[in-house]
């Protein structure tokens, strides 16, 4: 079982591009979560994906959007980059059922300039 | 508003001796409390949980964890640390009619010396 996985691993961006985030989450699982963890901080939650449909989200803007595709796998997209939105990105996967346990990717780490 | 506090940043203890790692929370509902523990540069991994049931929780690597609800507490415990604990440990809260979403702590950063 290969768990959560994440790609790419860290990347790079300027100000004002866009960024693809990808996730596939560990077998078995159908639901991801993202997570936005800053330099020092906990992890915060941007949304939620269940059945290709954002279930639930964060205090996070627009410019952060998500996809879920057939296959449970998931993409976090973020427009008009900012410098605040370096940190790390975290996807979690789980059950759908109530109380299921997170199972966290290692994380692609943004760094905006 | 659900969240959880963790007032040390940094806790330090030798190797050998029980550790202890605050939490404390703040919910209207019922409480689903976690400890997650990250390496540097990995994701987070879990340690324990409390749903429900005995107050004592037990968890990966000798790890254990109080429910107190009338402090409103969930601290980590360990009763003989290692070097290898030493990484940054989160707590967090889920609650009932919350979704799958955690809220968590800020961390403590758990550093054990010889």
């Known amino acids: 079982d290969a768990g959560v996985t994440q790609s790419p691993t860290h990347l790079i961006k300027t100000r004002g591009q866009q960024v693809t985030l990808r996730c596939s989450p560990k077998?078995?699982?159908?639901?991801v979560s993202w997570y936005q963890q800053a330099l020092g901080q906990g992890p915060q939650f941007i949304f939620q994906?269940?059945?290709?449909?954002?279930?639930q989200r964060g205090n996070f803007p627009d410019r952060f959007s998500g996809h879920q595709f057939p296959n449970y796998s998931s993409e976090l997209n973020v427009n008009a980059l900012l410098l605040g939105d370096s940190a790390l990105y975290l996807c979690?996967?789980?059950?759908?059922?109530?109380?299921?346990?997170?199972?966290f990717g290692p994380g692609t780490r943004l760094t905006v300039l | 508003a659900q969240s959880v506090a963790q007032p040390e940043d940094q806790v330090n203890v030798a190797e050998g001796n029980p550790l202890t790692v605050k939490c404390t929370y703040s919910?209207?509902?019922?409480?689903?409390l976690f400890w997650y523990v990250q390496y540097p540069n990995r994701g987070l991994q879990f340690l324990l949980k409390?749903?429900?049931?005995?107050?004592l929780v037990k968890g990966s690597y000798g790890f254990e964890a109080e429910f107190n609800k009338s402090q409103t507490s969930f601290h980590l415990k360990k009763p003989s640390a290692l070097v290898s604990d030493s990484a940054l440990y989160f707590c967090?809260?889920?609650?009932?009619?919350?979704?799958?979403?955690?809220?968590f702590g800020t961390g403590t950063q758990l550093k054990v010396e010889l």
């Open positions: 979690a996967s789980s059950l759908e059922s109530w109380g299921a346990l997170l199972f």
């Open positions: 077998s078995g699982h159908d639901t």
């Open positions: 994906y269940y059945e290709e449909e954002e279930r």
């Open positions: 919910v209207s509902g019922n409480p689903y």
């Open positions: 409390y749903i429900t049931g005995d107050n």
């Open positions: 967090a809260v889920r609650i009932t009619g919350g979704g799958n979403k955690l809220t």
